[in-house]
């Protein structure tokens, strides 16, 4: 499995590198390659460690917290990890190894493994040293100052009469010339901060935080007090790999590379430091759906993104669906959210109603009528006026527990059932709450996308209930958002009073 895991990384890699040659071969046959600029990097931070210590055949179960899969899980996905059966990740061990040699891997931002990138730049008719290598210390923000004057532009003060906020970086293109090979770097400084484990780069010198937990426990252990990680400190003009650390033999140099970093996060607005993992991600930001508990719908409409849908997380919900069926009978999605990896939906198949709730693509719990329902002869509903409703009860309190979901069709029981636990945190990354039709992927297989619906629609609603978060979840959520408005203020009191 673990093999398997790394060869369709590489499968992954191979393909990428053909796909981005058929772009650049498109330029060419153009003819416009010596004169276009290609900025090429590979990887997003270093490899990524969200994928639990064994891997995993659907990210999404790592990130609602389920850190562990049974080694049998893994297997059933054998034959088609990597294909569009899975969403998956590999495990903490290969991405560690192929950050080599740096130390850690994506989501730390303190060291080179979660930063460190390697980027080749093209420009076949400007540049003359061909194969050349540099080793100046640049940062990403660097990409667009170098665009904008190999381009031969300034950058705009104001967008449609809005002023725009400074560039803060520089620019790359000295270092195209083959004179300039070992000049000195022009960027001098560069802070890095994520969930405040943090770095400062300065002159050759980088001081940086000793990541306090490791990356792939995702948030679910508690992390030090801001002030209390312990520090390191590499001279990188000598050591590119962070290895040789010299806080105990430089504690000069140390203190006035972590005063440098105060002064560099106030400057960009990384004040005051967080490390609040999950309380961060969950903390509600303001949005239109934010403390609404009816919800209603009509007609057909695919695409709702997830934040701006009804959350039935954590809590009891009533969804009602009035419907008509046209002569001949109605089949298709009346309402969904997510799809293979994780979601719910609720369709009429060959005319009757069915609930699917799919617990991250590891069990789906179906509430339907014939064979393994209630009412084993149920018929498909007759052409008129219905409505169907599925009720849940949450068994709360706390994230993540199971309920009983009650499916009916004009008040008469389709079926009841009882389930284990529900997705705590996150139902759906890259999938929307769609009404009449299902996107992206189905949440089981019983159907064909787009499955549009071919009765109306009249009204659906959405009643929820109170979030079931226990008393310490909530304290949680609520000292997150104190904090999250003490950030606001220092950020506005940094602010320029132009920018207010
Ligand atoms: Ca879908």
Known sequence: MYAREAEVFAAYAAYTDYEIGRVIRAVQDMG?????????????????????????????????????????????????????????????????????????????????????????????????????????????????PTILE???????????????????????????????????????????????????????????????????LLGTEKLPEINDYKWELYNIADDFSQNNDLAAKNPEKLRELQALFLTEAAKYQVLPLDNSVLPRLITPRPSATAGRTVFTFSGENAGIPDGSAPSILNKDYTITAEVTVPPGGAEGMIVTLGGRFGGYALYLLKGKPVFVYNLLDLERYR?????????????????GKHTIVFDFK????????????????????????????????????????????????AVD???????????????????????????????VIRHALERARDCEKAESSLRPSSDR
């Not at 460690?49 to 179960?61: C, F, H, S, Y």
């Not at 998956?88 to 990138?117: C, I, N």
């Not at 019983?446 to 310490?472: H, V």
């Open 367 to 383: 509430w339907e009528g014939g064979v393994g329902g209630r009412d084993l002869f149920s018929d498909a509903l007759k052409p």
């Open 32 to 144: 416009k390659l010596d004169n276009t600029l290609i900025i090429y990097i590979s990887g997003d931070n270093g490899t990524s460690a969200e994928g639990t210590l064994e891997g995993t055949p659907n990210q999404m179960t790592a990130y609602n917290g389920i850190l562990k899969l049974p080694e049998a899980e893994l297997m059933l996905h054998y034959e088609d990890w990597g294909s569009e059966k899975t969403y998956p990740h590999m495990s903490v061990a290969w991405s560690w190894a192929f950050d080599t040699p740096f130390k850690w891997t994506k989501q730390v931002a303190s060291h080179f493994g979660g930063t460190r990138q390697g980027m080749a730049i093209s420009w076949p008719g400007h540049i003359n040293d061909v194969g050349g290598i540099r080793t100046q210390f640049h940062h990403i923000i660097d990409i667009v």
């Open 394 to 441: 949450y068994n709360g309190p706390g994230p993540g527990k199971g309920g009983t979901g009650v499916l009916t069709a004009d008040g008469k029981l389709v079926a009841a059932k009882t389930i284990p636990h529900t997705i705590p945190f996150l139902m759906a990354i890259d999938e929307t709450f769609d009404i009449g039709s299902d996107t992206r992927t």
């Open 150 to 216: 190999a381009a031969g532009i300034q950058a705009p003060a104001t967008v449609n009469g809005i002023a725009q906020k400074p560039i803060e970086g520089v620019s790359m293109t000295y270092t195209f010339d083959k004179a300039n090979a070992n000049a000195a770097s022009k960027r001098d400084t560069q802070y890095f901060e994520m969930f405040a484990n943090r770095g400062i780069y300065h002159d050759g010198w980088y001081a940086c935080t000793t990541p306090p937990v490791p990356p792939w």
């Open 445 to 475: 297989d019983s159907y064909k996308l787009p499955f549009r619906f071919t009765g109306k629609i009249d009204k659906l609603t959405y009643k929820l209930g109170a979030t079931q978060m226990t008393e310490d979840d909530q304290k």
